[in-house]
């Protein structure tokens, strides 16, 4: 199973909702990420989580709050969004995120988040 | 700190025939990876192609071939063959890998566009 899936396809929220996006590996990745993509630009990293544990946040407003409850699952949890925080959600997952090796990120199909 | 420069917004290519997207890159790392995803429409950022900083030789994966150039930085992908689907957005993306505290962070590039023509 070489598969990341992700929940809920499509989101559209309200700016004093709470919602949370979920995002799944079988794969036995011990590194997971949450990317944000604006149209026709780049990914953009937000957060890692390195064996269940978070080793990076790209300086990320406190709206936007990860968990990471085991090894197979990531959730980013959103509250008080903004309208310019529409956008797609990528969450990728890799062998590790140590250096020293040269796995890839899978990813998968992504969330798209309108905010209203 | 590292750079992936795509120069090419958009490209067009008829099908059958081969196309070369362009990728140039900086960092001070010996040690990295060079890594192209392929991202249609629908969103799915799919993994195409992986080339080493060490590897000698270009890679290659089906259609895609990588023209690794390490003293020039540059890292273009080849498709051979276009087909209608090949038709999305192609980023090339770089991983340090020297530092230990690289932790997977991956940079990409702004992405080409290609389109391919029936």
């Known amino acids: 199973d070489t598969e990341v899936t992700q929940t809920p396809k499509h989101l559209v929220m309200g700016m004093t909702n709470k919602k949370s996006l979920k995002c799944e590996q079988h794969m036995g990745h011990r590194a997971m990420y949450w990317y944000k993509q604006k149209a026709k630009k780049p990914p953009e990293l937000m957060f890692v989580?390195?064996?269940?544990?978070?080793?990076i946040n790209e300086s990320v407003p406190s709206r936007f709050s990860p968990e990471c409850p085991n090894s197979s699952l990531l959730n980013l949890h959103l509250h008080a969004l903004q309208p310019e925080d529409s956008a797609l959600y990528l969450c990728?997952?890799?062998?590790?995120?140590?250096?020293?090796?040269?796995?890839?990120?899978?990813f998968g199909p992504g969330t798209r988040l309108t905010v209203l | 700190a590292q750079k992936i420069t795509q120069t090419q917004p958009g490209m067009f290519v008829q099908e059958k025939e081969a196309v070369t997207l362009d990728c140039t890159y900086d960092?001070?790392?010996?040690?990295?990876?060079l890594f192209w995803y392929k991202q249609p429409s629908s969103g799915e950022m799919i993994f195409l192609i992986y080339?080493?900083?060490?590897?000698?030789q270009n890679a290659t994966e089906g259609r895609y071939s990588l023209n690794f150039q390490k003293a020039r930085k540059s890292a273009n992908l080849v498709i051979s063959a276009s087909q209608l689907g090949d038709s999305a957005m192609y980023f090339c993306a770089m991983r340090e890998i020297g530092g230990g505290t690289s932790y997977g962070k991956l940079t990409f590039g702004q992405g080409t566009i290609l389109t391919v023509h029936p």
């Open positions: 989580y390195s064996y269940e544990k978070l080793s």
């Open positions: 990728a997952s890799s062998q590790d995120a140590s250096g020293g090796s040269y796995n890839e990120q899978f």
């Open positions: 080339q080493g900083s060490y590897d000698q």
């Open positions: 960092t001070s790392d010996p040690s990295y990876g």
